[in-house]
């Protein structure tokens, strides 16, 4: 699915309007429609909805949402505020429509402002995609008192006061439960400093243009189902394992195996033809008991990696270097070593990331290509603080566009990034999988995908998805608590035959 700018998302209306053609009152009776629907679905019981509007397009959807409610027989009760300039006809139109049925109460100071008890569900229609400033005055008052209540809040398109695709230094913002958006996902939803305003989110389909969508140029998206099935490519019925690539990983120090033997497991168990694995020599007994499918290189080393001296680098189509592999200043020789042969792109993590934070001058040396996979305290060691998410993102493109290479920057909406820009936001995935190990499966999974011939960024954008998609199935049985990374190994198999690989 694609992520829209606010004025892309405009344009989109507009086209739609003209080509479908639907009018736009029209369109807006249908946003409204999916909005209804979406609320009786998700509650079973609905005391009372307060519904709060102002006077652009998004009040206009909470009238004829407020309209629809009450022909359902639910208890309604809507407030209009006094404070936007602008009243579009279909505002107005909806405000008729209303007028007739209920008493619409104004909201022109605070003493307008009304108790909201706790079991009502206050319904968000104050300002939407057209906020262009940050809320003030009386509507800043009502948001304040929306926030205070202890009623369920739903927010019509998004919450209140949240842009959808810039940062807002103000915190005059709707803190929604719930924001019920149209079409598509906007980039706000998927940045963590916006989970408190916006909730758990959903998208309606209200049917907007699909050649507007289509041509619409943007460098965000969101990896659904449907971008994954492009992307995938399935097996021939004669190919054989030297089709699905040889992999190299290397891993693990003393007392941490676990972390190579997790990056093994997976990368085995998402399709490799061959794997090899480079550990410290006391990693041998562990590794051939826990992952007897692989094959064991051991370092001369007993307790860690030093030279990474394998002969004839050229034969493995992917090498994933990190996960246990811990800081020492042997082990960082080594690394270096290995930037320095390696003619394909490389899978970075853990330990790995760290090397290149301590030595920023490496990072010229990796391979054009190469996927990176910091979680956000190691993207700030390589690439610096910023102000917030938003600034974050253009760091990330920057440092993908300045190194070549490809970033997963790991967390809740992973985002996955390449050196033109593109960014995709992963859509699966879930709170069990924030547990040590996690990282590592995802490490072997992604090498085990490059091994096979995918492009790397392609590669990066799957194994992430499959990766969350794993740890759904994961929670799915084994709750989020007790959810641990061998689930999400476990879980694999699933993951890949609900795509007919
Ligand atoms: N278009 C369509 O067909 C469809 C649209 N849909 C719905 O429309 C929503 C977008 O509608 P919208 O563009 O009218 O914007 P909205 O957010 O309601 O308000 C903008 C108004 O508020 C004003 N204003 C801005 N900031 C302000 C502030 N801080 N304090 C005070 N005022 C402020 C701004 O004034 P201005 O910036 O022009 O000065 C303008 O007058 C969208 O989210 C979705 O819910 C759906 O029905 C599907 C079909
Ligand atoms: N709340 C969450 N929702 C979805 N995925 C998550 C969540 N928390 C963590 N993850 C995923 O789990 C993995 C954790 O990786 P990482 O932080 O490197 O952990 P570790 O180093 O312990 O393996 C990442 O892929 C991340 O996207
Ligand atoms: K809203």
Known sequence: MKILSASHIRDLDKYTIQNEPISSLELME????????????????????????????????????????LEREYQVQTFILHDAKSNPTDVEINLKRLKKIILVQDIYNETDIPDIDSDSIVIDAIFGSGLSRPITGIAAQVVHSINQSKATVVAVDIPSGLYVDTYNPNTTIIEADFTVSFQLPKLSFLLPQNARYVGEWHITDIGLHADAIEKARTSYYYTDASIVKSLVKKRDKFSHKGTFGHALLVGGSYGKMGAAILATRSCLRSGIGLLSIHIPACGYEILQTSAPEAMAMVDKEEKLISDIDIPDLTKYTAIGIGPGIGTASQTAEGFKRLLEQASKPLVIDADG???????KEWLTLLPEESILTPHPKEFERLAGKTANEYERLDVLKKFCSDYKVNVVLKGAHTAVANAVGDIYFNSTGNPGMATGGSGDVLTG?????????????????????????????????????????SDIIDCLPQAFIEFGL
């Open 445 to 485: 999974i992604i090498t085990s995908l490059v091994a096979q011939s995918y492009q790397p960024f392609k590669a990066a954008v799957l194994g992430v998805y499959f990766h969350g998609l794993a740890g759904d199935k994961a929670a799915a049985s084994k709750g989020y608590t007790a959810l641990i990374a």
């Open 353 to 359: 990331l760290n090397l290149l934070s301590e030595h």
């Open 30 to 69: 249908r946003a409204s429609l999916s909005f209804v629907e979406w609320l009786i679905n998700k509650f079973d019981k609905i005391n009372k909805t307060i519904v709060f509007c102002a006077i652009g397009n998004n009040g206009g959807d909470g009238l004829a949402i407020s309209r629809l409610l």
